[in-house]
C-alpha cells in the first residue's frame, strides 16, 4: 500500500510563487512515475505534470510549460510541484499519484488528499 500525503497549499496573488510536497510511503517506486493533477468544482481531473521515478523524465501540461516544475528527493521519498507566476486560473485542489508514466489521471493508482491552491488576481 502506498501513501501520499500532500502539503504546501495556500493563498497567494497572481504572479506568485509556491511549492507543493508530495511525501510518499509503502513501497518503491522504482518502475514507476509520480504525477500531479488539479481538479477545480464540476470539471474533470486536469493533467499537471509527471516524473518518471527511475528516469527523471519529466512531462507537463502546455497550460503550465515554463512555469511550473517536477522534482524529486530520492533519499525522502518526496516529490515536488514548484509553482511560479501563478495565474487565476491556476486555483484548484492539487492531488499527487503514483503510477504508471501518463497524463490520463486512470493510470494513476495511489492517490493523496489533496491541497489547496488559490491564486487571487
Known amino acids: 500500500q502506498v501513501q501520499l500525503v500532500e502539503s504546501g497549499g495556500g493563498l497567494v496573488q497572481a504572479g506568485g510563487s509556491l511549492t507543493l510536497s508530495c511525501a510518499a510511503s509503502?513501497?518503491?517506486?522504482?518502475?514507476?512515475?509520480v504525477g500531479w493533477f488539479r481538479q477545480t468544482p464540476g470539471k474533470e481531473r486536469e493533467f499537471v505534470a509527471t516524473l518518471s521515478w527511475s528516469t527523471g523524465i519529466t512531462r507537463y501540461a502546455d497550460s503550465v510549460k515554463g512555469r511550473f516544475t517536477i522534482s524529486k528527493n530520492s533519499a525522502r521519498d518526496t516529490i515536488y510541484l514548484q509553482l511560479n507566476n501563478l495565474k487565476p486560473e491556476d486555483t484548484a485542489v492539487y492531488y499527487c499519484?503514483?503510477?504508471?508514466?501518463?497524463?490520463?489521471?486512470?493510470?494513476?493508482?495511489?492517490w493523496g488528499q489533496g491541497t489547496q491552491v488559490t491564486v487571487s488576481s
Open positions: 509503502g513501497r518503491t517506486f522504482y518502475n514507476l512515475a
Open positions: 499519484a503514483v503510477g504508471r508514466f501518463s497524463v490520463i489521471w486512470s493510470e494513476y493508482n495511489y
